[in-house]
């Protein structure tokens, strides 16, 4: 079965750090862009990151450049999110994400595999 | 990086059409034809829908239509069915590897 596993959220103070996994099985997972994706409580669904299949491109929202790095493992099949002087604002469930590929062409924001999503609470 | 206008709300009958709307702007929608559309049940990951605008992946029902004209997208959703129940993102890519959705729409099958 394809899929991508989210883990890795969790409490954390204003100001600290937290690192996000993702793992991918049933794909292969070397020939995929990854994104990730946040949904705040109650609110909708915003990007936040993408990494290419070599890790030769890497974008950031606004919003967390400087702050978030995004890497892969892909021996392991992993990719992770190392998340740094965390906000109230990043509060939300952290969905990974698979680039849609078919026919030999990639869609950019087309994400036809999701986590199941991991909650990351950012509070004191 | 502004997200995308989608109404709050859109609701129909069983058996009847909606359409929701995604306006963007000349560096987004307008830009690219990479508009894609999610479905999202309450406490659920989303799920793809419509990519490139009007195009289908494997496995979605043929009730859910895309389109684009300049720089709105649309989601139709014909013969509504109770199960159509969800909210509904719009998403498009926005050059320079940034990617923006829209705000999201509820849709309510009264």
């Known amino acids: 079965e394809v899929q991508l596993v989210d883990s890795g959220g969790g409490l954390v103070n204003p100001g600290g750090s937290l690192t996000l996994s993702c793992a991918a099985s049933g794909f292969s997972f070397s020939s995929y862009s990854i994104n990730w994706v946040r949904q705040a409580p109650g609110k909708g669904l915003e990007w936040v990151s993408s990494?290419?299949?070599?890790?030769?491109?890497?974008y950031y929202a606004d919003s967390v450049k400087g702050r978030f790095t995004v890497s892969r493992d892909n021996a392991k099949n992993s990719l992770f999110l190392q998340m740094n002087d965390l906000r109230v604002e990043d509060t939300a469930v952290y969905y990974c994400?698979?680039?849609?590929?078919?026919?030999?062409?990639?869609?950019?924001?087309?994400?036809?595999?999701w986590g199941q999503g991991t909650k990351v609470i950012v509070s004191s | 990086q502004s997200a995308l206008t989608q109404p709050a709300s859109v609701s129909g009958s069983p058996g009847q059409s909606i359409t929701i709307s995604c306006t963007g702007t000349s560096s987004d929608v307008g830009a690219y034809n990479l508009v894609s559309w999610y479905q999202q049940h309450p406490g659920k990951a989303p799920k793809f829908m419509i990519y490139?605008?009007?195009r289908r992946p494997s496995g979605v029902s043929n009730r859910f239509s895309g389109s684009k004209s300049g720089s709105t997208a649309s989601l139709t959703i014909s013969g509504l069915q109770a199960e159509d129940e969800a909210d509904y993102y719009c998403?498009?890519?926005?050059?320079?590897?940034?990617?923006?959705f829209g705000g999201g729409t509820k849709v309510t099958v009264l």
């Open positions: 994400a698979r680039r849609y590929c078919t026919g030999g062409s990639c869609y950019e924001g087309a994400l036809d595999i």
């Open positions: 990494i290419s299949s070599s890790t030769a491109y890497i």
């Open positions: 490139e605008g009007s």
């Open positions: 998403c498009s890519y926005a050059g320079g590897g940034i990617v923006v």
